[in-house]
């Protein structure tokens, strides 16, 4: 069925899509009404079940969102931080509770204390602050939400370099097309980038599997739902090097044979798609897009997707069937989305950081950027540090680097005692600081000391933060995220979240050990994606290295 679904959604193209029509309808009241989802249905020629279960999916569009105003961000960083009840606080002095939701993350991790109002992300240490933002909105024009954080780099810069403009940059463009898609895919091979979203899988086998599927229609997909509580590196690079990524979305259709590409932001990351939205803009006004580029016989066109709050949305398959106006649930894999993904055309998905990358291999070959690194992992890793370091910021390092100078010497260390880094996200490892000295930047050095390096996001969980706490947290945030469609995440996560939070409240009940091994096995073997088989490993590893603070709530 849902391949049927792929096929009507793709009738009117990517331009004007299903999912897209069901955010604007959402836009009055936060929620589109049942009139509205069956005139969806009816133009889209899919089922009313169908419009209504995928509205009713998402956190910005299900019936719940209804008269919502203001959202207080709840996500691991905020919540480690101990900011997030003052903020909701101060808040309610200004709406009514019911008017206030939750958002799940804002990338405000440097600084806590985030908040959304007006369509808008703010962050504030003080009920003035708060107030005065309340109040005055986005009065005569005045935004008032930049946000300012600390960007360096340790070792080789490739994604943090100075832009030098958009002819200038994009003259790259024309050389590579001079030289054809074999010798860009060449370069892509010889460089060995991984993807840097999390499954560190080589970006050129992609592309030569989708290059080689014969077809009317292909698509390049750049995966922009950063939803990993802690991460900001991909809002670093859509909100400051947005032609980095809009570049390697174009030489990956070039290599693939695909004339458009699609952009899926976060609908946590407003302020990413207006930039991303008027980077595009200029370059057709520059007359780097769109039919027959610079007269090369190119073409490539873009769309914008705005996302409407579900992390699962992260997993490839399931940002397709989003895309398409589908509950976005997992698809079986194969076949995979470079045979038949996006309207069932071949499809390549790469996360914002790995795209944005291509520039800089193609600029100075794959053979160098192959040699930065360590071993397997090549070049340069993006690293997001949030507020409890002296320096939080934006790290750009060359794979290898001890995990240790980025804490201690680029950071500047801990403001406060800190227990463990989450990092990776909350699927990432969960690294007691004792550990810090044994790791290196780079894939292998994390899986070989039981850890995953993931998106690379470092969140702190401070001393006083009780560790049987941060663990139900990660079980809830999972099933809370969850698409629902395998039982070991949907039912798994839930019962994790349970067994921990009655531990807390039941003074009679103990965790028996067995018991949680085998759900948190069930969970990794069984699911369908990353993310109920992922979220077993910072538990395994909270349990591993935390045992003498959790001993009293197991048996």
Request: charged share 25%; glycine share 12%.
């Amino acid at each position: 069925m849902s391949k049927n679904l792929s096929e009507l959604s793709g009738r009117k193209g990517l331009k004007y899509n299903l999912f897209d029509e069901l955010g604007k309808l959402a836009l009055e009241d936060g929620t589109p009404s049942k009139d509205a989802l069956s005139k969806a249905a009816d133009e889209f020629l899919v089922g009313k079940a169908n419009t209504y279960g995928t509205a009713t999916f998402y956190d910005f569009m299900r019936p719940e969102n209804k008269g919502k105003k203001a959202y207080v961000c709840n996500g691991s960083a905020c919540l480690c931080a101990g900011t997030q009840d003052g903020v909701r606080e101060q808040l309610e002095k200004h709406y009514k509770p019911e008017e206030i939701g939750d958002m799940c993350c804002l990338g405000r991790c440097h600084e806590n204390g985030a908040f959304h109002i007006d369509g808008k992300n703010y962050s504030a240490k003080t009920a003035k602050e708060i107030a005065q933002i309340a109040s005055a909105g986005r009065q005569n024009g005045q935004q008032g939400n930049q946000d300012n954080y600390h960007v360096e780099c340790h070792g080789t810069k490739v994604l943090t370099a100075d832009f030098p403009g958009v002819d200038a940059y994009y003259e790259l463009l024309l050389s590579m097309i001079e030289r054809g898609a074999d010798a860009c895919l060449e370069d892509l091979k010889k460089s060995n980038i991984r993807g840097r979203g999390g499954a560190g899988f080589p970006m050129w086998i992609k592309l030569d599997g989708c290059r080689k599927e014969e077809a009317d229609q292909k698509f390049i997909v750049c995966n922009a739902d950063e939803g990993d509580p802690g991460a900001y590196t991909d809002r670093y690079l859509m909100e400051v090097q947005p032609h980095s990524v809009l570049f390697g979305m174009m030489v990956a259709g070039f290599i693939t044979g695909a004339d458009y590409g699609a952009v899926y932001i976060r609908a946590e990351y407003p302020e990413s798609i207006e930039i991303v939205e008027a980077a595009i803009k200029d370059l057709y006004e520059k007359g780097w897009l769109g039919e027959n580029i610079k007269g090369t016989g190119f073409t490539y066109n873009f769309k914008v997707i705005k996302a409407q709050g579900a992390y699962i949305c992260g997993e490839e398959t399931a940002l397709l069937s989003s895309i398409e106006g589908q509950r976005p649930e997992v698809r079986v894999r194969p076949p995979y989305p470079v045979v038949q993904g996006l309207f069932n055309k071949p499809t390549i998905v790469n996360n914002v950081e790995t795209l944005a990358a291509v520039h800089y291999i193609l600029e100075k070959g794959g053979e160098h950027y192959g040699s930065i690194g360590r071993g397997k992992s090549t070049g340069t890793k993006l690293l997001s540090l949030d507020s409890h370091f002296n320096r939080p910021g934006i790290y750009e390092v060359d794979m290898g680097t001890p995990l240790g100078v980025v804490v201690n010497d680029l950071a500047g260390g801990f403001r406060k005692p800190v227990k463990a880094l989450h990092i990776g996200g909350p699927l990432g490892g969960l690294v007691p600081v004792h550990k810090i000295d044994a790791l290196t930047v780079d894939f292998e050095s994390f899986a070989t000391e039981g850890f995953l390096l993931g998106h690379a996001s470092i969140l702190c969980v401070p001393n006083e933060y009780p560790m049987v706490k941060y663990l139900e947290h990660l079980f809830e945030f999972t099933s809370h995220e969850s698409c629902g469609k395998c039982f070991p995440c949907r039912l798994g996560a839930k019962r994790g979240s349970e067994m921990f939070h009655k531990a807390q409240t039941d003074a009679d009940y103990k965790i028996d050990r067995e018991l949680l091994n085998d759900l948190i096995h069930t969970m990794e073997v069984g699911s369908l994606c990353a993310l109920g088989g992922g979220v077993p490993l910072p538990i395994r590893n909270g349990i591993m290295y935390f045992d003498d603070e959790l001993r009293q709530f197991l048996v």
